[in-house]
């Protein structure tokens, strides 16, 4: 293990095999359907939730943040595994009380040196930037150090994301009932994105081609450094991805492929598909 250890939370989306490999220690979110309650990604996986998520008469699913002994417990694991820092790298605290969680098992270990950032994105967003730490750590680089190149990096993130529905919006209480039916009815397609911790509207188009043009012109703006092409079983993801290539000019090695998971799923409903980017300096 580095002498500083990456922690992060599920709404990163970094799947399991892909933190493990990178040294990063995940915290998983609660997700329920119904009465049932499952640990993303250790009770159940992307898939199975995508299964669930999409069957007849299934019930909707709930998300609950991580608790602070969570991290507490991710937290004492890296130490005792020979960890002399942590950074943890957590979702915007306007959007889950996951920070407040990480921070409060921080000050339980006020003897450790503990960095816990705030990256005001969610999904790979915050993912890429715990995989730029985790990159960091393995350089030799300090924990105050890292924990300040995030601070600064997160400034870089662009995260946009073409819905195929408005109606995960309406049952989780974003949307009224009304404006679902309407937009429907229009066919109207809204592109959403995170803005200062909160998720916006980026623009709302006609069809589902037309969000698909505007979610990579948005993406495209600027020069990029690395990125993640994200979707919730989008079946036109891989013609997406060529296209995000051809329009960045990014190589394939530069860009990955990641299903949204069940952190963040509900919230989207499947049939999504976008982008994150870090913006080159």
Known sequence: M????????????????????????????????????????VDLTTDQFWERMTAPDAPFPTTAAAAP?????????????????????????????????AQVARDMLANEEIYVVDTRTASMGQGMLAQIAAELADEGVSAAEIARVIEHRKED?????????????????????????????????????VKDGIVENADRVRTRIKARE????????????????????????????????ERSGLEPAEVQ????????????????VGAVVIRRH
């Open 257 to 272: 492929v990641l299903t949204i998971g069940a952190s963040v799923g509900p919230h989207l409903g499947p049939g999504c």
């Open 69 to 101: 002994g969570d991290f507490l417990d991710a937290f004492t694991a890296v130490l005792a595994a020979g960890a002399q820092a942590i950074v943890c790298v957590n979702v915007s605290g306007e959007l889950s009380g996951t920070l407040k969680s």
């Open 214 to 245: 505007r979610t990579l012109e948005l993406l495209t703006t600027s020069p990029i450094e690395r990125a993640t092409i994200l979707h919730t079983t989008n079946a036109e993801v891989e013609d997406f991805h060529a296209r995000f290539l």
């Open 2 to 41: 580095s002498h500083v250890a990456i922690v992060t939370d599920s709404v990163s989306d970094l799947p399991p095999e892909l933190a493990a490999r990178q040294g990063i220690t995940v915290v998983p979110l609660i997700v329920s359907f119904g009465d049932e309650s499952f640990r993303v990604n």
């Open 157 to 193: 993130v662009d995260l946009f994301v073409a819905l195929d529905t408005l109606e995960y919006l309406k049952r989780g209480g974003r949307i009224s009932g009304t404006r679902a039916v309407v937009g429907t009815m229009l066919s109207i397609k809204p592109i959403i994105t």
